[in-house]
């Protein structure tokens, strides 16, 4: 059988085209919490060591990703009750099939970027796609939230691209990250509030109606 | 064609009513109720098999050959797949594409005698079928696709035997990718809950059900039981897909694939509880989703 790893990286892109193929907010909000959860398993299962560094790296990555900030955005979408992208750029159809060309590429790429030291060949392409799949949520989806969301995945897929050099990364510098992404998601709630209270409605377009 | 897999099509000829049978006992028990017995089906058939039969008069011989001819198309391509894991009745090479073609001929001529009896209503079901279809058969095509790369053989029996047996430990993510999307294609191919609603009988949501309306008797209970057999040969090819029969003996492999059918149906009943019917238009984004799942799993099988 393959190793856990490899399974867990797999898992990962799996949820990304769950992001992507949902309209509702509360599942893409799921998945990202169960992705989180998978980021925080792959160290250990990666190195197979379990040194302090590593359990305090996947610990820090389970309480932010997988719990805090599903937390918060679940309770954005809670007090402004909203459920559902509802106008999205390009359809879900159409972002489905923008992931799996992502993928495509991803997979595609990577194999010709040599890097040193690299612990699975699926660890590049992986963090390639997710990158490349949170550029598209980001972009193309019009709810705040989901913009969140987006941004999320395209952090997860920085840190996955960090695990391939995690010996060589100081402990302070992935904390600091982690702490990063956690300002910026309360930040971005606390902006979703606002938009919310002053617009009665999450859509971002409605912030470049402001020139007038 | 040896013993084995002449019992493997036997029992899952005799075993197809159950298919639908399980499915919706698990969605009775699932929301609360009794349901109707495991073998309520056969009794349906046997029941619509003792009925007369009422042709309306506008329609022609299509509408009569359409139960023989879906009947029989849907046997063929149960005939294709190895069932025991390691022989199949029929095999040829490409017959993978025949056994694609052969579920989509048993569509056509349902679709044609639905357009036969002249009823708008019969119309709009056809169109609804046909529309979902090509969103179906890609995935279907593109599932076959990751087994036919994975084990570099063309020949079902190949393809879900012997050459998987061999290679299963080392693609078993693109197979197990290949199996989700399968089972999603089986779902709308089954005209099950997220796709359509075997349980209702609304104008605006039928598709499968609104195409059968003015079969009646022995014709009804033909399209019903070649229905069931689609579903049983879609839940063998998952669970062949899953398990690799080669590396089994033969009476094991039979039990896998009686269990892994039992398995699949509750699987359907659990889907169908859990979820509502989707919006017409959101059920191709469904199997594009099936499409994506088989095309990722196509992708780690060619890096």
């Known amino acids: 059988m393959r190793p856990l790893h490899e399974v867990l990286l797999l898992a990962v892109v799996l949820t990304d085209l769950w992001v992507l193929g949902t309209s509702r907010l509360s599942a893409a909000i799921r998945a990202t919490a169960l992705q989180g959860a998978l980021l925080a398993a792959l160290p250990v299962a990666l190195y197979g060591d379990a040194s302090p560094h590593m359990l305090a790296l996947a610990a820090g990555t389970l309480l932010v990703k997988a719990i805090v900030l599903p937390r918060l955005m679940s309770r954005a979408i809670r007090e402004t009750s909203v459920r559902r992208e509802s106008e999205p750029l390009i359809g879900f159809a159409t972002s489905l099939l923008f992931g799996a060309v992502a993928v495509a590429l991803a997979f595609g790429i990577a194999p010709r970027l040599s890097l040193p030291g690299l612990q699975s060949e699926m660890l590049v392409p992986v963090a390639f796609a997710t990158v490349m799949i949170g550029l598209v949520v980001l972009t193309t989806r019009g709810k705040a939230i989901m913009q969140v969301v987006g941004y999320l995945l395209l952090e997860n897929g920085i840190y996955v691209f960090g695990l391939s050099q995690a010996q060589r990364v100081p402990f302070l510098v992935e904390v600091g990250v982690l702490l990063d992404v956690f300002a910026g998601v309360f930040v971005m709630g606390i902006v979703v509030f606002e938009i919310n209270r002053a617009f009665d409605t999450l859509d971002s377009d409605q912030l470049s109606d402001l020139r007038d | ?303």
């Open chain 2, 1 to 303: 064609m040896n013993v084995a897999s002449a019992a493997g099509l036997l029992l899952v000829l005799l075993l197809a009513p159950l298919v639908p049978g399980l499915a919706n006992r698990t969605k009775s028990a699932l929301t609360g109720r009794r349901g109707a017995p495991l073998g309520q089906p056969y009794a349906d058939l046997a029941r619509l098999w003792r009925k007369g039969l009422v042709v309306s008069r506008t329609t022609t011989a299509v509408f009569r050959a359409t139960p023989v001819l879906l009947l029989a198309t849907t046997l063929l391509a149960a005939c294709l797949l190895p069932l025991d894991g390691q022989a199949a009745p029929i095999h040829f090479t490409g017959d993978l594409l025949a056994f694609a073609g052969l579920l989509a001929m048993g569509r056509w001529w349902l679709v044609l005698g639905a357009l036969d009896t002249g009823s708008s209503f019969e119309g709009m079901g056809a169109s609804r079928e046909v529309t979902l279809a090509s969103f179906a058969e890609p995935a279907l095509l593109l599932c076959l696709t990751v087994l036919a790369l994975a084990t570099g053989d063309f020949r079902l029996q190949a393809m879900l035997g012997g050459s998987l047996g061999s290679v299963w430990h080392g693609v078993a993510p693109s197979l197990v990718l290949a199996a989700a999307g399968l089972f999603i294609v089986a779902l709308a191919e089954g005209a099950r809950v997220p796709v359509d609603d075997p349980a209702t009988h609304l104008e605006l949501t039928m598709i499968h059900e609104v195409m059968v309306l003015d079969h009646s008797g022995p014709d009804l209970a033909l399209i019903e039981y070649a229905h069931a057999l689609k579903m049983a040969v879609f839940g063998a090819l998952v669970v062949r897909v899953l398990v690799a029969g080669a590396l089994l003996p033969p009476a094991a492999s039979l039990a896998v694939l009686v269990a892994g059918l039992a398995l699949y149906a509750i699987a359907i009943g659990v889907v169908e509880s859990v979820t509502a019917r989707f919006r017409m238009a959101r059920v191709p984004q469904l199997l594009l989703t099936a499409c994506a799942v088989a095309g990722f799993g196509l992708i780690l099988l060619m890096r």
